[in-house]
Antibody, heavy 117, light 109 residues
Framework: QLEESGGGLVQPGGSLRLSCAASGFTFSSYAMNWVRQAPGKGLEWLSY????????YYADSVKGRFTISRNNARNALYLQMNRLRAEDTAVYFC????????????WGKGTTVTVSS | QTVVTQEPSLTVSPGGTVTLTCASSTGAVTSGYYPNWFQQKPGQAPRALIY???NRHSWTPARFSGSLLGGKAALTLSRVQPEDEADYYCLLYYGATRVFGGGTKLTVL
């Protein structure tokens, strides 16, 4: 299971750190992703981190502003979000990825981020 | 910028069959894009249905099947049930990035 936390209301230009707590599987064996969904919109992939953190990818929309990281000892995934904009308002999901079949098979319920003054 | 295109909406009758497709702006979709399909109902997280083009998860009903069709990834729903009404998203892998399609709103009517 995956459970996101850390969402909330933040002003434009502000920062927020999301967490994703993993349980019920060997977290350190899996790559992880962050995905978001703006109100009434579709899914948008944001970032990927490999099981050992040696490979990290970002979507262009968040590159340079968001940072993905993980702590395998704590079974936790993080997303540090800086310089937030109104268009970052969304529900943020973490999702497990099984390799090498590239299967985004387990998702959390999401945490809501609202960027507004 | 890579764009993945799905039908915005489709309607199917209960008991019928419908095929949703997923196209890539870079050209034909192949198994090398590892197409994934997800179902999302209002207020819920996405649920994985299909991975690597054709593989169902243990929880995916057998009436859902994935394939490649005419240069696109496809999701076919057979013997459609009322509870299949939902948004469906495909996901394609492009090496360093992953791109979701815009989603298909499936109405069962």
């Amino acid at each position: 299971q995956l459970e996101e936390s850390g969402g909330g209301l933040v002003q434009p230009g502000g920062s927020l750190r999301l967490s994703c707590a993993a349980s019920g599987f060997t977290f350190s064996s899996y790559a992880m992703n962050w995905v978001r969904q703006a109100p009434g919109k579709g899914l948008e992939w944001l970032s990927y981190i490999s099981s050992s953190s040696n490979i990290i990818y970002y979507a262009d929309s968040v590159k340079g502003r968001f940072t993905i990281s993980r702590n395998n000892a704590r079974n936790a995934l993080y997303l540090q979000m800086n310089r937030l904009r109104a268009e970052d308002t969304a529900v943020y999901f973490c999702a497990r990825e099984t390799t090498p079949v590239l299967d985004m098979d387990v998702w959390g319920k999401g945490t809501t981020v609202t960027v507004s003054s | 910028q890579t764009v993945v295109t799905q039908e915005p909406s489709l309607t199917v009758s209960p008991g019928g069959t419908v095929t949703l497709t997923c196209a890539s702006s870079t050209g034909a979709v192949t198994s090398g894009y590892y197409p994934n399909w997800f179902q999302q109902k209002p207020g819920q997280a996405p649920r994985a249905l299909i991975y690597s083009t054709i593989n169902r998860h243990s929880w995916t009903p057998a009436r859902f099947s994935g394939s490649l069709l005419g240069g696109k990834a496809a999701l076919t729903l057979s013997r459609v049930q009322p509870e299949d009404e939902a948004d469906y998203y495909c996901l394609l892998y492009y090496g360093a990035t992953r791109v979701f399609g815009g989603g298909t709103k499936l109405t069962v009517l």
